[in-house]
């Protein structure tokens, strides 16, 4: 499976906006791309690859394969970022403290992001 990266500017809040209404949000796992069950990082893997993947492991396999780390880069540079602005790790607040894609959505939209 080819990843298909979209390269345009994306917002956190408008990634769980999406989510929220396209999207299961899960717990303790990034989910399953084709059930369209994520977690809050899933979501954000999802939207960047047009919904090719979920996970980060397989998104860092793609970019080994095509070799191109976009994709990668483009993650970690959001989950870095809400974690700079909020000082709380996105998969504590999906697994441990139970927010939702309508929480994620709120907090983003409130910091900017």
Known sequence: MQVQV???EWKLSEIWDRASRELTQV???FGDTEKKEVCALGAILFYLSN???CNRYEALQQGREIGDYWL???Y???VDLFYC???KK?????????????NFAER???LGL
Not at 91 to 102: H, I, Q, S, V
Request: proline letters at 0%; zero cysteines.
């Open 27 to 29: 717990k303790g796992r």
């Open 76 to 78: 970690s540079s959001l």
């Open 108 to 110: 983003a939209r409130e």
């Open 85 to 87: 602005k909020t000082g």
């Open 51 to 53: 919904g090719t993947v």
């Open 90 to 102: 996105i998969a504590d607040l999906n697994d441990d403290e139970g927010w939702t894609f309508e």
């Open 72 to 74: 990668m880069k483009e």
């Open 6 to 8: 979209t390269q345009q």
